[in-house]
């Protein structure tokens, strides 16, 4: 302090830029943006301080690029990321014969501005000018692990945007290539290493991936001090992974335990930080799957609230911004068929169309996005009947199949369930029969233990059903009930659809009785009936439904046995489906119609004028 050096000093611009690098380092560790600022300052007049031909410039500039990749990450800025990116260039170009850590930091920043802007070129050069250094550093430099990860989620992200196998196979070898470099201090490296084979999992489907990727986060996590600023993206990419495992093999623990380190993410995050977005996200994708498994409002209303959060605190001209949308339309949209509140559905469609509008043509996600706006629509024109939102749905579902040449079963259910609703309104069977079809293709499209594989039976045996009852061919009634049956099977006890599958596969056994006279299938459809209302909480929009097939079973039992009981029963049916239903639902007249005609038949049994009354 009694000698400063003078401005002009050689050894200032030196002592500048460590000064910076230890700012920086300081803000990785401790997260103050003051602290940031301040090493961009330093690295700035350290740059400002060196001659142009100097052999340490090129190391001052790509610090200084490299603290403006933070910032950015950071706070969100731009032009930090245009000027780290220009400082990085600088930085290669005066270092001809290539530095590592100078390509690998433009790399960094390259990579930054593809996820924010979305061009695939700045991610085609990223990884290039990754590969770059790491062909460039010895095998045994200590950053030599770095610069594999970093290469490994680049050419992650590029397979979720490109959707190339080659990059996730590639992304996995540079992961597990950057884990075995480093015994210590190796956190990040699992991190990514375990999100890569996430991703192959998800493509592939092996379940060995998954519970590596898992064991991968899992020491990532415990690795990480628990105030270090990273842990928080650690727990998420782990919560995630326990959520997709959870899916798969369907352990109520790892949804649980997702939910716990989706929740400790959220909590260790700053509320100005850019990545909260994300993981306020994948906390409500947990919270989402767990009111699917067990059926709490509550978690489903925490789900919407956190995209909710997450769509505000993301900028929107972001390329994520447009999941976040379509994921609150996905959730909204069940809270719609759960409550039953139109304005929930209408919120969805016009999310669903905001996302379909942010997503590039060619981008692999785009048509998911328009399928569910086709259910959405489709949805919407079963409760308020507008034949334009019918229309809309099936050219929505029909682009989300054109756009998946290798036949995607979930956006072929999805169209199938809109040609088979136009039938239901319009009448024409070759919908009908286009509906069969793709929901045969749906179901020989996936594996026999994959858990969607029930949803795509239970369509299955709802249009044979139909096309029966159209057409009269039993063999479409005895299909329709071997799909069915085979629905139930592959749904556990306590899933929230099996309710569904059971009420309709007593719908299709009690059609069977009334068309052959099979007494056994009567007993049959009563029964799976009544587990079908056994399993439906008395507030769920569907229970109603089943009240009345269940009473329509009652009754013909009472037809064809003559016990009053069973009519007596199926009129108590009627009045509980008619009590469940808003005045204003389109159902209601059928279930006024059902318990007017149970009345009248126990008037004409009884003689209980009340009854015809």
Partial sequence: ADHPDPPDHPDRAAMLSNLGVALSLRFERVGEVADLDAAIDAGQAAVDATPTDHPDRAGRLSNLGLTLSLRFRRVGEVADLDAAIDAGQAAVDATPTGHPMYLSNLGLALSLRFERVGEVADLDDAINLFRQAVDAIPTDHPDRAAMLSNLG??????????????????????????????????AMYLSN?????????????????????????????????????????????????????????????????????????????????????????????????????????????????????????????????AAMLSNLGVALQTRFERVGEVADLDDAINLFRQAVDATPADHPDRAGRLSNLGVALRLRFERVGEVADLDAAIDAGQAAVDATPTGHAMYLSNLGNALQTRFERVGEVADLNDAINLFRQAVDATPADHPDRA???????????????????????????????????????????????????????????????????????????????????????????????????????????????????????????????????????????????????????????????
Wanted: aromatic content about 6%; charged content about 25%; glycine content about 6%.
């Fill in 455 to 613: 949803m795509y039976l239970f369509n299955l045996g709802l249009a044979l059903r139909l096309r029966f009852e159209r057409v009269g061919e039993v063999a479409d009634l005895d299909a329709a009930i071997d799909a069915g049956q085979a629905a139930v099977d592959a749904t556990p006890t306590d899933h929230p659809d099996r309710a569904a599958m059971l009420s309709n596969l007593g719908v299709a056994l009690r059609l069977r009785f009334r068309r052959v006279g099979e007494v056994a299938d009567l007993d049959a459809a009563i029964d799976a009936g009544q587990a079908a209302v056994d399993a439906t909480p008395t507030d769920h929009p569907d229970r109603a439904m089943y009240l009345s097939n269940l009473g329509a079973a009652l009754q013909t039992r009472f037809e064809r046995v003559g016990e009053v009981a069973d009519l007596n029963d199926a009129i108590n049916l009627f009045r509980q489906a008619v009590d469940a239903t808003p005045a204003d639902h389109p159902d209601r007249a059928m279930y006024l119609s059902n318990l007017g005609a149970a009345l009248q038949t126990r008037f004409e049994r009884v003689g209980e004028v009340a009854d015809l009354d």
């Fill in 193 to 321: 290493l375990g999100a890569a084979l996430s991703l192959r999992f998800e493509r592939v489907g092996e379940v060995a991936d998954l519970d590596a990727a898992i064991d991968a986060g899992q020491a990532a996590v415990d690795a990480t001090p628990i105030d270090h600023p990273d842990r928080a993206m650690y727990l998420s990419n782990l919560g995630a992974a326990l959520q997709t495992r959870f899916e798969r093999v369907g352990e109520v623990a790892d949804l649980d335990a997702a939910i716990d380190a989706g929740q400790a993410a959220v909590d260790a995050t700053p509320i100005d930080h850019p990545d909260r977005a994300m993981y306020l996200f994948n906390l409500g994708a947990a919270l989402q799957t767990r009111f699917e498994r067990v059926g709490e409002v509550a978690d489903l209303d925490d789900a919407i609230n956190l995209f909710r959060q997450a769509v505000d605190a993301i900028p929107i001209d972001h390329p994520d911004r």
């Fill in 153 to 186: 989620a680049a050419l992650q992200t590029r397979f979720k945007r490109v959707g190339e196998v080659a990059d996730l196979d590639a992304a996995i070898d540079a992961g597990q290539a950057a884990v075995d470099a480093t015994p210590t201090d190796r």
